[in-house]
């Protein structure tokens, strides 16, 4: 089981209590992430950046002796491979890929086939 969890200021007490209750991992979902649903004052000013909650985690679980085994996935505006990369530096196992990176997947994608037709004619 993975657990989902808003970086706030309680993030590495939630991670650690997950990590002793045997969940497989945890989702940190950072400062500014979300569906889309929610108001703006909210994705905008609340909750902790990525960049903090990350590295304090991957810590507290070290030391806590929990963390061998346990999957850290950040979730937080990931657009680019440098996101990503910049998370796996700060700690964690996995990312979850922000909506922007499926827009432009799809983008692409329609490009790419919309090329194709005009070549065929």
Do not use: Y
Not at 18 to 42: E, H
Not at 47 to 66: H, Q, R, S, T, W
């Amino acid at each position: 089981m993975l657990v989902k969890s808003a970086a706030s200021n309680q993030i590495v007490f939630i991670v650690v209590g997950v990590a002793r209750s045997g969940a497989l991992g945890a989702i940190v979902d950072g400062a500014g992430a979300g569906t889309g649903a929610a108001p703006r004052i909210i994705r905008d000013h609340v909750g902790l950046p990525i960049d903090f909650a990350i590295p304090v985690a991957d810590k507290l679980l070290m030391e806590n002796g929990v963390r061998n085994g346990f999957i850290l996935i950040g979730s937080s505006m990931i657009s680019f491979g440098s996101d990503i990369f910049k998370l796996l530096l700060l700690g964690v196992n996995m990312a979850n890929v922000s909506t922007a990176a499926v827009h432009t997947a799809e983008h692409h994608r329609q490009s790419t086939a919309k090329n194709s037709l005009n070549a065929l004619h």
